[in-house]
């Protein structure tokens, strides 16, 4: 995936790129608003990293001219800013996401490839496909093995979600967030009872597990077993 | 400009201007119509008097005629206060009348003309003319009947309103002035207490207030909103030192642990696996430090009032249902219940957000701290009910409770209760709580639920 990262902080965003060329990814750096603009302007990224506060230009005011030019690059917003004001007035400028500073580069990461992943048909495919279980948008049923198991609405949310995010890292802010739409930090890891009752629903009495713990990072579900979970966990930014 | 140029340039001297321009304006106008319908009553009664004595004369003369008519009006012309009177013969001399020198021009008229004229009596000082309305009557043999009235009282009286009406308007002008000094001055008095006070708040006295005189006028209604802005100021000072007092403690606490287990993993060095355990560990430490940061200034921008967060319209049983959706799973785990009973609708203007943060912050302490004695389950009790024209969101447990000395502290930014500071957690759970409801306009209260605690969330309803 090509990403831009149009961050100020020069240590902040070295480690950035550093970590996503690590991961697979070209990452390419800009280290104010101009010079950020420019290169979106220039385009062929997957996903822009902006920051909210930038040298020269305001980092919404960039994405705002993406999409006055009709130009649907996926955006996550970086800020400091992280009051639900704060996040609404980002999100309405056109970015696709918002991740307030500090944060985990687990948590960039997985929400980067999220939302590289929005555009792609998986959202108007009506039915999920994970080794032998199949979600079905339409008829809101589950199935294993060709055995329906019953879910609760909720529980149906989360899998869909996870489902569409298949073979990729979510975290627990971003179930919160997306199958809840809560966006504030319970001090109890509810997200974790949720995701342990999904799990014994479809993948107990099945030798093959599908829904997996990322250490550190949050859950992924697949047909093998997550593969870069050990190092993840303690990959991090300090913003 | 002095003193004199300042009271110039106040609103009350432009008022005064602008009203004495206007009243003049009246007065004249008012002066300057009844003088003139006055006069024109004056007049027309004149006029009719003039009429109605020719008729008489006339009749006199057909009567008795030209000997008569001269008797009679010889013997008018005597009564005190009587009309002006002339009979002349075709030559213009006088044959009888109180007229002294009538005009030749008067006596050219023909029958029937009415005019002014001006005249001297006979009684009268010499030289002194007087003003009248005569008419003229011919008679045959080219005799002529005068008859006229003195208007010289008419003219007076006009005089006299107009003269009435200087009087009034230099008066009015003088009044005017006078109390556009003494309220002019009385204003600027007011005006520059209030400015010499926030000359010395400025100057950082913010426990200085204006002074209130008491007689409920819009200077009393200024300072008094002024000074509940300067609480409210001074309120906000006072979180804000309190905010960085309580930053430096129970920041610096963390930080300081976090730095003194880097130190010591540095100095004992080890193996990888060593400095591994180490980092992470910091790094969960640091993870901490940034939730306390963040509820510390989502507390700050409530308590600010500016938090910004727009309310919408929400039904709060909606809330409730969400939350203890998400929470039930947890509560089982942990070995407990929990139960929801609500009224709804529930209507309130709201954060949906905060006030789900503010119940999942209640839910969590429940959680944590609330789990009975003696092997008993834990049970948490979500009620949503009208309590007057408050919604009450409730939060039972049937835990230990908090001691009623201790739920102030409990519910003050960073008021950990010493046996909460073993625990993870930012120590600002019920303080956010308690910073969500002030900025629904509403409260927190912790009460006894015998036994546990109950917090309620007291919302006004929408």
Partial sequence: MRILVIEDDSEAAAYLVKALDEMGHVAEHAADGEAGAFMAEEGGFDVLIVDRMLPKRDGLSIIEDMRRRGDHTPVLVLSALGQVDDRVRGLRAGGDDYLTKPYAFTELLARVEALARRNRPADVETTYRVGDLVLDRLSHTVTRADTEIPLQPREFRLLEYLMRNAGQVVTRTMLLENVWDYHFDPQTNVIDVHVSRLRGKIDKGFDKPLLHTVRGAGYMIREAGPDRGGEAAWVRSGG | ?462
């Fill in chain 2, 1 to 462: 400009m002095g003193a004199l140029g300042r009271l110039i340039r106040t609103t009350a001297f432009k008022l005064s201007l602008v009203y004495l321009v206007v009243f003049s304006g009246l007065t004249l106008f008012l002066t300057a119509y009844i003088a003139n319908n006055t006069a024109q009553l004056l007049d027309s009664q004149v006029t009719e008097t003039i009429d109605s004595e020719i008729n008489s004369l006339s009749d006199q003369y057909e009567r008795g005629g030209l000997r008569q008519l001269v008797s009679a009006v010889d013997l008018r012309s005597r009564r005190p206060g009587a009309s002006l009177y002339l009979v002349a013969d075709s030559s213009g001399r006088t044959v009888v009348g109180n007229v002294a020198d009538p005009p030749l021009s008067i006596l050219g008229l023909s029958d029937g003309d009415t005019t002014s004229v001006t005249y001297q009596r006979l009684d009268g000082d010499a030289g002194r003319r007087y003003d009248a309305v005569v008419r003229v009557f011919a008679l045959p043999g080219g005799f002529k009947l005068l008859v006229g009235r003195d208007i010289s009282e008419i003219g007076q009286l006009r005089l006299l309103i107009f003269g009435a009406s200087r009087y009034a308007i230099i008066v009015m002008v003088l009044t005017g002035f006078i109390s556009w000094f003494f309220i002019g001055r009385s204003v600027l008095k007011r005006v520059e207490n209030m400015a010499e006070t926030s000359r010395r708040l400025m100057s950082g006295d913010l426990t200085h207030r204006l002074a209130i005189k008491g007689s409920h006028d819009e200077f009393d209604n200024l300072a008094l909103s002024l000074n509940e802005m300067l609480d409210r100021i001074e309120a906000l000072m006072t979180g804000l030192q309190e905010v960085s007092d309580n930053i430096a403690h129970d920041l610096k606490t963390p930080l300081n642990r976090l730095r003194g287990r880097l130190e010591e993993t540095l100095r004992r060095g080890g193996e990888v696996e060593d400095y591994r355990e180490a980092i992470t560990s910091a790094m969960e430490e640091a993870d901490n430090l940034i939730r306390i940061f963040d509820a510390l200034l989502k507390i700050a921008r409530m308590e600010a009032g500016s938090s910004g967060d727009s309310f919408e319209s929400l039904d709060a049983a909606d809330i409730l249902d969400e939350i203890v959706e998400l929470y039930e799973p947890v509560v089982e785990d942990a070995g407990g219940r929990l139960t929801l009973e609500t009224k709804r609708p529930l209507p309130l203007k709201g954060n949906r957000t905060l006030l789900s943060q503010a119940l999942s912050n209640l839910i969590d302490n429940a959680i944590k701290y609330g789990q009975p004695e003696g092997g008993k389950g834990l049970s948490i009790a979500l009620t949503g009910a009208f309590d007057g024209e408050d919604i009450c969101l409730m939060v039972t447990d049937n835990g230990p409770g908090i001691p009623e000395a201790d739920r102030k502290k409990a519910l003050s930014r960073f008021g950990r209760l010493d046996e909460a500071r073993s625990r993870q957690g930012s120590g600002l759970g019920l303080s956010l709580v308690a910073a969500v409801a002030r900025l629904h306009g509403g409260r927190v209260v912790l009460g006894d639920a015998e036994p546990g605690l109950k917090a309620s969330l007291h919302l006004p309803k929408a």
